[in-house]
């Protein structure tokens, strides 16, 4: 009977430290599970507030376009409040009790309008076809030294994308129509119409993501590029110096790099078109009226809300037209 008692008690002693091991996993776990809950609970919180920060910031630009819409003067330059991104977030974090903003206005009339490279057929029908002064444009921008492609490269890649734009399926050139496009690994068909988002690029035959995007050793392209604009005007008084480049053949780096300077200073007047034609050094050569204005209809807004290594972004794009500003695309990142 002796024996017996004692082996019970080992089992009762066993059965107990089984018990309690039980008991401190499960709690381990809830404890865990609690923590991880906990985390993302004040992570979706913080998302929200830094996304409302964010969503605060794309008005503030909306409404300092606006108000730069009603000045007096009708031309647009760098020199106004808009360009100003270090201004424009200034003093954010008094503004919010758990956070800050980062707004940046990015004017795209000083870019090329891609979707201009065609011209549409007359009233009595006929096909699509070049705009010449535009498709010169896009050549020389695309022949900088910047992005290091051959003549016979820039010649293709304009083709193709002008076959990605037009409606036909007859292929231009050296180009691609949906015939090429259907026999990749992955295939899709040509879009035949203007570009909605300058991203479908990277469909069009030839523009590789390293082109488009730019490396640490050279720039893309789309930050020269737009979808948007009707008419193929550049401002002139925010366009980058590779765009400026572009505008005539007879633009030299030094004439480039006199406009810069020129448009810099603030005394100067930037009103005209022609305002380039005074600037030293510049050849008699150079006639690009037809090619540029010096207002701005369409504007790309980036505005962040941040706190510490956590971020929220709003980018969109908008249309100043006649004081009013419409939102043509914008999406919560």
């Known amino acids: 009977m002796k024996r017996l008692h004692k082996d019970s008690g080992g089992f009762a002693l066993l059965l107990t430290l089984l018990i309690i091991s039980l008991i401190v996993t499960v709690t381990l776990q809830f404890n865990t599970s609690m923590t991880s809950e906990l985390y993302a609970a004040a992570n979706l919180r913080d998302g929200v507030r830094l996304g409302s920060i964010a969503n605060s910031g794309f008005h503030y630009a909306l409404a300092v376009l606006y108000e730069d819409a009603a000045?007096?003067?009708?031309?647009?330059?760098?020199?106004?409040?808009?360009?100003?991104?270090?201004?424009?977030?200034?003093?954010?974090?008094?503004?919010?009790?758990?956070?800050?903003?980062?707004?940046?206005?990015?004017?795209?009339?000083?870019?090329?309008?891609?979707?201009?490279?065609?011209?549409?057929?007359?009233?009595?029908?006929?096909?699509?076809?070049?705009?010449?002064?535009?498709?010169?444009?896009?050549?020389?921008?695309?022949?900088?030294?910047?992005?290091?492609?051959?003549?016979?490269?820039?010649?293709?890649?304009?083709?193709?994308?002008?076959?990605?734009?037009?409606?036909?399926?007859?292929?231009?050139?050296?180009?691609?129509?949906?015939?090429?496009?259907?026999?990749?690994?992955?295939?899709?068909?040509?879009?035949?119409?203007?570009?909605?988002?300058?991203?479908?690029?990277?469909?069009?035959?030839?523009?590789?993501?390293?082109?488009?995007?730019?490396?640490?050793?050279?720039?893309?392209?789309?930050?020269?590029?737009?979808?948007?604009?009707?008419?193929?005007?550049?401002?002139?008084?925010?366009?980058?110096?590779?765009?400026?480049?572009?505008?005539?053949?007879?633009?030299?780096?030094?004439?480039?790099?006199?406009?810069?300077?020129?448009?810099?200073?603030?005394?100067?007047d930037l009103s005209s078109i022609s305002w380039y034609s005074g600037v030293r050094g510049m050849s008699s050569e150079v006639s690009i009226d037809h090619l540029v204005s010096t207002s701005s209809h369409y504007f790309e807004i980036r505005s962040a809300g941040i706190r510490e290594t956590m971020s929220k972004r709003v980018e969109g794009l908008v249309e100043r037209k006649e004081g009013a500003i419409k939102i043509v695309s914008w999406r919560l990142e």
């Open 71 to 268: 000045a007096e003067n009708k031309f647009d330059s760098l020199h106004e409040d808009w360009a100003d991104s270090r201004a424009l977030s200034a003093n954010s974090g008094s503004l919010f009790e758990d956070g800050r903003l980062e707004v940046r206005i990015i004017d795209h009339s000083g870019r090329i309008q891609i979707n201009q490279l065609l011209k549409a057929p007359d009233e009595k029908g006929g096909e699509y076809t070049y705009d010449m002064t535009q498709k010169d444009l896009l050549t020389r921008f695309l022949s900088s030294e910047e992005f290091d492609l051959d003549e016979e490269t820039v010649d293709d890649l304009v083709d193709a994308l002008k076959d990605w734009i037009d409606p036909d399926h007859e292929v231009t050139g050296f180009g691609a129509e949906s015939s090429f496009y259907q026999t990749l690994d992955r295939p899709y068909t040509c879009r035949n119409a203007p570009l909605e988002f300058l991203e479908e690029l990277l469909l069009v035959r030839g523009i590789s993501r390293e082109l488009f995007y730019g490396t640490e050793e050279r720039p893309g392209i789309s930050a020269y590029l737009t979808t948007q604009g009707s008419d193929g005007k550049i401002n002139i008084n925010t366009a980058h110096p590779l765009v400026l480049s572009a505008l005539s053949e007879y633009l030299d780096q030094e004439m480039v790099e006199e406009m810069i300077a020129y448009r810099e200073d603030e005394d100067n």
